[in-house]
């Protein structure tokens, strides 16, 4: 029998989950302060006093006034069931710092940090070796994660249509560590670590088309395609055999070339927006993940290679809104942007040949503005989510996260008049 116990932590890596350690680790959803109230609802979306990264097309909605500064931070409760076994940990995290502004007519540029992918997880399993009183332990640990720097730009070419592009340099490490121990020292520590150091790029391209759809309400069709290809790096397997009696160890190391790379990402979506109050949409994204080899320990030949059947391909829907009484108004609670949202994600990699498992979440918050007397368009924006992912036989996550998001909406080139 064997039991696993997930350590309760604090930490800043973004996540405490062990499905972290499958494939690149924990995806980030990369929405900003002010579409997290709607779980991420972006393709669509097109705000000139908002940052949407997601599709660099919207870039071309920032006026000639503007420079749009939006910075984020989360914190997060997650409960782990296994077997009627519960377990809590809490994470703080630094989200995203992006920018926008126009550079000439038509054209905007954004730049901006975001995560990619977490890596964070402690946890142990013991069982009993059959006919004996001694119990193996296996320590499973790992941290670490990728970053994404990007320059963006969105040209909007003709009326109604826009179209942009995302160039990002791609960076991290991540390690992760399996240990076996027997409760007999006689025997011997077995230490396996898999880890990789990443420097690549990414491309995003995207593209937006308005309409008006009677005197009140707007149309927004947005699609974004992201490149798949291979990252340039070089996982590697150690293996240490130790011995506690003679204080010797073994080690050897296996390095596969050019193991890793990102899939080929499509994502379409809709909004509509009625008389500039309430915005309602749609988003499907797909990653092909399944048609990626990834790194692993083959049993029957004790070798590190690539191997198929690790991932597959994902898929997640969102739908979300976000409703204002009184945009213009002078009254600051009219002003109040109230947000919601939801989400179905399935998976992009296996448990032990089975299905990972799948994410339900939903979402809502508030847009507040922060006035003063000369700049009205600045918001905070704060958001809660609940996000519970589970699947037959492996462990539920139930996970609480509050968002807070601060955009600062800047009137820089405004030309003052002296009177």
Request: hydrophobic fraction near 35%; include cysteine; glycine fraction near 10%.
């Amino acid at each position: 029998m064997t039991t696993i116990l997930a350590c309760p932590a604090f930490a800043q890596s973004g996540t405490n989950s062990p499905y972290s350690q499958y494939g690149l680790g924990i995806l980030s959803d990369q929405s900003q302060g002010f579409n997290r109230g709607m779980n991420g609802l972006a393709i669509g979306l097109r705000n000139g006093n908002q940052v949407n990264m997601l599709n660099p097309a919207s870039y071309s909605a920032v006026d000639s006034l503007t420079m749009i500064f939006d910075v984020g931070v989360s914190g997060q409760l997650t409960n782990f069931n296994e077997g009627g076994k519960k377990l809590n940990a809490h994470n703080a995290d630094f989200e995203y710092a992006v920018m926008a502004m126009r550079l000439v007519k038509n054209v905007g540029l954004s730049v901006g940090v975001v995560p990619y992918t977490n890596i964070g997880y402690n946890y142990f399993t013991t069982s009993q070796m059959a006919g004996t009183t001694n119990y193996t332990t296996e320590t499973y640990s790992g941290s670490g994660g990728l970053h994404q720097a990007y320059l963006g730009l969105g040209w909007r070419p003709f009326k109604g249509i826009s179209v942009g592009a995302n160039i990002s340099y791609l960076w991290g490490e991540y390690e992760k560590t399996v240990t076996v121990v027997n409760s007999d020292s006689h025997v011997n520590t077995l230490t396996r670590t898999y880890g990789a150091t990443i420097n690549s790029y990414k491309l995003d391209l995207g593209a937006q088309y308005q309409a008006a759809l009677g005197k009140k309400d707007v149309l927004t069709l947005g699609v974004t395609f992201g490149l798949g290809h291979k990252l340039g790096a070089d996982p590697y397997s150690r293996i240490v055999n130790a011995n506690t009696d003679s204080q010797t160890s073994t080690s050897t190391t296996d390095t596969i070339s050019n193991g890793l790379e990102l899939p080929m990402t499509l994502s379409v979506g809709a909004t509509i927006v009625h008389n500039k109050s309430l915005t309602v949409g749609v988003d499907y994204s797909l990653q092909k993940w399944g048609s990626l080899k990834y790194p692993q320990i083959n049993e029957a030949t004790s070798h590190y290679e690539l191997q198929s059947g690790l991932l597959k391909n994902r898929s997640k829907f969102t739908v979300g809104g976000d409703w204002v009484p009184q945009a213009m108004s002078r009254n600051l609670l009219k002003r109040i942007h109230y947000r919601v949202g939801a989400s179905y994600a399935t998976p992009y990699y296996k448990v032990k040949g089975a299905d990972g498992p799948k994410e339900l979440s939903v979402s809502a918050g508030f847009g507040i503005p922060i006035q003063n007397s000369w700049n009205n368009r600045s918001f905070l924006n704060i958001s809660g989510q609940w996000v519970h992912a589970s699947a037959k036989d492996l462990i539920t996550e139930n996970t609480f996260r509050i968002n807070i998001g601060i955009t600062f909406n800047e009137r820089w080139f405004m030309k003052w008049k002296v009177q």
